[in-house]
């Protein structure tokens, strides 16, 4: 497949998702599902331009840069974060839409335990 996306490819696959929201954070274009975000257009300045920052549990992450570091790359202010950055230039479609899916359910499946209380 060919690689070279932008956000709008970003938000066409987020549409595909239950509950997403189209929003900003920190200035740039983000996406939301309950109100927390799992994918948005990398603001700090240490980040190359056009690059999506995706969160991730931290092995995934370092899986992907160990695989595939021309396409995902961190930056010091991104490392104590769960996110990769993704050169949107470099990526897959299949891939974009494998990381933006699993950054959804990430996200999406990091849900708080309510503690049951004992009867």
């Not at 997403?20 to 274009?29: H, K, L, N, Y």
């Not at 927390?36 to 300045?45: G, N, P, S, T, W």
């Not at 690059?51 to 992907?64: N, P």
Request: hydrophobic residues 40%; charged residues 25%.
């Amino acid at each position: 497949m060919a690689r070279g996306s932008s956000f709008k490819a970003v938000e066409s696959i987020a549409r595909t998702l239950p509950e997403v929201e189209v929003t900003t954070a920190w200035g740039q274009p983000a996406l939301k599902v309950r109100g927390k975000m799992f994918a948005c257009m990398a603001a700090h300045k240490s980040a190359e331009p056009d690059s999506l920052v995706v969160m991730m549990d931290r092995d995934d992450r370092d899986a992907l840069i160990e695989d595939d570091p021309a396409t995902y790359y961190l930056e010091p202010h991104y490392v104590n974060y769960p996110c990769v950055l993704v050169r949107l230039s470099r990526v897959h479609a299949d891939a974009l839409h494998d990381v933006v899916t699993g950054a959804y359910r990430f996200v999406n499946g990091a849900q708080p335990r309510t503690r049951k209380r004992r009867p």
